[in-house]
């Protein structure tokens, strides 16, 4: 059973807009989450993370927003830029596991200019 | 990132031989991590160390082995027992505190005929 899923396998964008990627959780007990981006044949790269204790995270571009009442979060970028295609992946700290991530599948952005 | 080296990039062996997979780290990390990315999945947890001599299973650990004698070096094995070898390996490393990122590698892509 998936514990992180990210519903959207692809995502378009037009360049200046708002590219918005959602991830949905199962665990409530989940209490940081992260987002990581990844191009083709590299490894991740941390984007941005938040705590269970806010709601919103924000990093020049990129907001991360959590709804812990639906275990729903959801990057923003703003505004999208054509060196921002790649898959974006969340990712949940896994409760077990002392650093481990459980991360979701995966979702490819591609922003057209 | 600059910090964790994994080579080669690139593996090829034929099936039924073991192969050792390399991940170096330079930024005194105690904890490391092996995953395994397949096309359309997201990051599944092999093995992982918490601290050098010691190591442990993931969700995915059959078929494979790991060392951690160092604190540097956390090389794996995709031995002839694991059932489908052909995937992309990344190692992370993770500081010791609480609620901080994976960091990680650039991956080696292994395929086995």
């Known amino acids: 059973d998936q514990q992180v899923k990210q519903n959207s396998p692809s995502l378009s964008v037009q360049e200046g807009r708002i590219s918005i990627l959602n991830c949905d959780y199962t665990n409530s007990m989940f209490d940081y989450f992260l987002w990581y981006k990844k191009y083709p044949a590299e490894g991740p790269t941390f984007l941005i993370s938040?705590?269970?204790?806010?709601d919103k995270n924000e990093d020049g571009r990129f907001t991360v927003f959590l709804n812990k009442s639906a275990k729903h979060l959801s990057l923003h970028i703003v505004p999208s830029q054509p060196g921002d295609s790649a898959v974006y992946f969340c990712?949940?700290?896994?409760?077990?596991?002392?650093?481990?991530?459980?991360f979701g599948k995966g979702t490819k952005l591609s922003v057209k200019p | 990132d600059g910090g964790i080296t994994q080579s080669p990039k690139y593996l090829f062996r034929k099936e039924g031989q073991n192969v050792t997979l390399s991940c170096e780290q330079n930024l005194n990390h105690d904890a490391m991590y092996w995953y395994r990315q397949d096309p359309g999945q997201g990051l599944r947890l092999i093995y992982y160390?918490?601290?050098?001599?010691?190591?442990q299973k993931g969700d995915i650990a059959e078929g494979y082995s790991v060392s951690r004698e160092k604190k540097e070096s956390f090389p794996l094995t995709v031995t002839s027992a694991q059932k489908n070898p052909t995937a992309f390996y990344l190692c992370a490393t993770k500081k010791g505190q609480a609620n901080s990122p994976l960091h990680f590698g650039n991956g080696t892509r292994l395929t086995v005929t």
């Open positions: 160390s918490q601290i050098v001599n010691d190591f």
């Open positions: 990712a949940a700290a896994d409760l077990l596991v002392e650093g481990n991530l459980i």
């Open positions: 938040i705590s269970s204790i806010k």
